[in-house]
């Protein structure tokens, strides 16, 4: 199918590490996105990966690509409040170019 | 920063009446869409567009209708509004080329009475 799969919830403690995951379904995606959506807003793009890289670095965060897993992780480096959101991944389809986004992952921060 | 608008941002309407939700980017992007987002998050594609005069059904049938007579400009109506069209709209638009991905406005609340 054309589900991308990630957790619906996490909870991180402030200042710990936050690992957001996201599996996806066409190994000839050309580039995969997080975007970052708060409350009330629309999606904000936070970073991609193109498919040829493992790993990308942007401050506090890192993106982890496995593609023979197809595997995307999001890590976000000492969590603050305003990273609570909801975290989206997608990838672009390679045939059409289409966007397929996951569910969201929902980002809890704990005091 | 993308330059994509949405009006209004919240729209509160009794059942029948009929509505237009509009979307404009000054990106000169040929790619526009319209997404439904649940309550529970998921977002679900409902129209998109390639450039004027294309329009196409997305993934989730809607009640809703869009056209694009201008490249800029990307309007959704709903003729006659009902409770269960009560939601959350995005708007978003993409070149397409390159490192290019969907840029998305800041969102329509809809609650229809």
């Known amino acids: 199918g054309e589900d991308v799969e990630q957790s619906l919830f996490l909870s991180v403690r402030e200042g710990d590490s936050s690992v957001i995951n996201c599996t996806y379904t066409d190994s000839s995606s050309t580039y995969l996105y997080w975007y970052k959506q708060e409350p009330g807003a629309g999606l904000q793009l936070l970073t991609y990966?193109?498919?040829?890289?493992d790993m990308k670095q942007d401050q506090r965060l890192t993106v982890l690509l496995n593609k023979k897993d197809k595997h995307l992780s999001l890590r976000i480096a000492d969590t603050q409040t305003g990273d609570s959101a909801i975290y989206f991944c997608?990838?672009?389809?390679?045939?059409?170019?289409?966007?397929?986004f996951g569910k969201g992952t929902r980002l809890h921060i704990l005091p | 920063e993308a330059d994509i608008y949405q009006t209004p941002r919240y729209l509160v309407i009794g059942t029948g009446k009929k509505i237009t939700l509009e979307c404009s980017q000054t990106m000169g992007h040929d790619k526009m869409y319209w997404y439904q987002q649940d309550p529970g998050m998921e977002l679900h594609l409902i129209h998109y567009s390639y450039g004027v005069n294309s329009t196409e059904k997305g993934d989730l049938s809607s009640e809703s209708t869009v056209s694009r007579i201008r490249t800029e400009h990307f309007p959704l109506t709903l003729e006659s509004a009902r409770p269960s069209h009560t939601s959350q709209y995005l708007c978003a638009s993409m070149r397409g080329k390159g490192t290019d991905t969907q840029y998305f406005g800041p969102g329509t609340r809809l609650t229809v009475l």
């Open positions: 997608a990838e672009r389809k390679n045939r059409d170019d289409k966007i397929i």
């Open positions: 990966i193109f498919s040829n890289m």
